[in-house]
């Protein structure tokens, strides 16, 4: 069964508007969770590393105030897409990792499929 | 040069046949390494994890591991249609905080 929840699994909004996601470890706590963006037929680009009780670290070239990242809990992180515009359409992926033989495997969620409109 | 190297595809096998797909690394430090599938409109899956040099098997699956020449490869074999698939080949290091590099992904066509 998964062990990453993410929600939900496909939304619409407006352009302009804000969406957030979710992203749960099932149990697992999980004080370290990433975010990733993966446009049509391109691989995985992470976004930023969410960090349990601490700030988010972005990668180069996101802006940490548009994509804003919480993790208050060691099983829930979110992802807030704010003042989305057509250009943010794109599947979000989050994972989680510290699991399996060396603490290194990591599991993703269903995915998000983003439509800005 | 790229962190992780695959090589795009597709790469079209017929069914029950074996499947190879190839991955290099850069960074000599990492020390585990896996293999992911995701089908098309999907978040990857982890089907493979590798740590040691050798092989390593689990049912049709078999990943291939030489930190000498910082290779990894996996093997698919009896080839099914559901195998169609990107492959994802991804390195991290030990820490449990570091980042798991991905490679772009190799796309498998299974052809009946």
């Known amino acids: 069964g998964a062990v990453v929840s993410q929600h939900p699994s496909r939304v619409i909004c407006k352009s302009g508007t804000s969406v957030k996601i979710e992203c749960r470890s099932l149990d697992f706590q999980a004080t370290t969770m990433f975010w990733y963006r993966q446009f049509p037929k391109q691989s995985l680009m992470l976004m930023a590393t969410?960090?349990?009780?601490?700030?988010?670290?972005?990668e180069q070239g996101v802006e940490k105030d548009k994509f804003l990242i919480n993790h208050a809990s060691l099983t829930l992180s979110t992802l807030t897409v704010t003042s989305a515009h057509p250009e943010d359409s794109s599947f979000y992926i989050c994972s989680e990792k510290g699991r399996g033989q060396m603490n290194t495997e990591a599991f993703f969620g269903q995915g998000t499929r983003l439509t800005v409109v | 040069q790229k962190e992780v190297e695959q090589n795009s595809g597709p790469l079209s096998v017929p069914e029950g046949a074996i499947a190879s797909l190839n991955c290099t690394y850069s960074?000599?430090?990492?020390?585990?390494f896996f293999w992911y599938r995701q089908y098309s409109g999907k978040s990857p899956e982890l089907i493979m994890s590798?740590?040691?040099?050798g092989d390593k098997e689990d049912g049709r699956f078999t990943a291939q591991l030489n930190k000498a020449s910082q290779y990894v490869s996996l093997l698919i074999r009896d080839s099914q249609p559901s195998d169609s698939a990107t492959y994802l080949c991804a390195v991290t290091t030990t820490s449990g905080a570091s980042k798991i590099i991905f490679g772009s992904g190799t796309r498998l066509s299974i052809r009946p």
């Open positions: 969410s960090n349990e009780g601490s700030k988010a670290t972005y």
């Open positions: 960074d000599r430090v990492s020390q585990s």
């Open positions: 590798i740590y040691s040099n």
